[in-house]
């Protein structure tokens, strides 16, 4: 989804629609409580991708919610801050095989993909990560993409 962690946790089921398969980024959670999204922008709609629909489906009809939160923790309260997934993140990774990365390294990866695939323009992503402007993702996604040249297609005819 290209979610902030801190969106992810503070994530509430009515924020889940699965009529048009949107998600909304209303708050995120820290350490210092739940709030507002980093920016403006950030409070913003983000699409449930086919992929994610089914599994998000069977883990909401999974379980008894208490506290409205997509996820709790045992006392069913929502998380206060993702430090808590670090070490639960870390065992997955190890046991997928994967180096370590920290778990914000997902929106960085779906911010690739998506530009590299061309399912979105670099405007459209901007919106998705619900940054203010595009210029965050020209300066950081774009240029990276663009030193990719392995795939780059060298038997173009431009005359």
């Known amino acids: 989804t290209g979610m902030r962690t801190g969106e ?15 998600i909304s980024i209303n708050s995120t959670r820290s350490r210092f409580g739940e709030g507002s999204p980093k920016t403006a922008k950030s409070m913003r709609k983000v699409p ?13 009809d999974s379980r008894n919610f208490l506290s409205g939160y997509l996820l709790e923790n045992q006392y069913n309260k929502p998380y206060r801050d993702s430090q808590i ?12 095989g994967i180096k370590y990365r920290r778990p914000y390294t997902m929106r960085h990866t779906y911010a690739t993909f998506m530009l590299t ?9 901007a919106s998705l990560l619900g940054h203010s402007t ?24 431009l005359y």
């Open 117 to 125: 695939n061309n399912y979105v323009t670099p405007v459209k992503l």
């Open 85 to 96: 997934f670090q070490d639960i993140w870390s065992k997955i990774l190890a046991d997928l």
């Open 48 to 60: 449930i991708l086919r992929n994610l629909r089914q599994t998000l489906r069977e883990f909401i």
């Open 134 to 157: 595009p210029k965050m993702i020209y300066n950081v996604y774009v240029n990276f993409v663009n030193q990719n040249l392995q795939d780059f297609n060298r038997d173009l005819k």
């Open 8 to 22: 992810i946790i503070a994530l509430k089921l009515k924020d889940i629609d699965f009529v048009s398969d949107i």
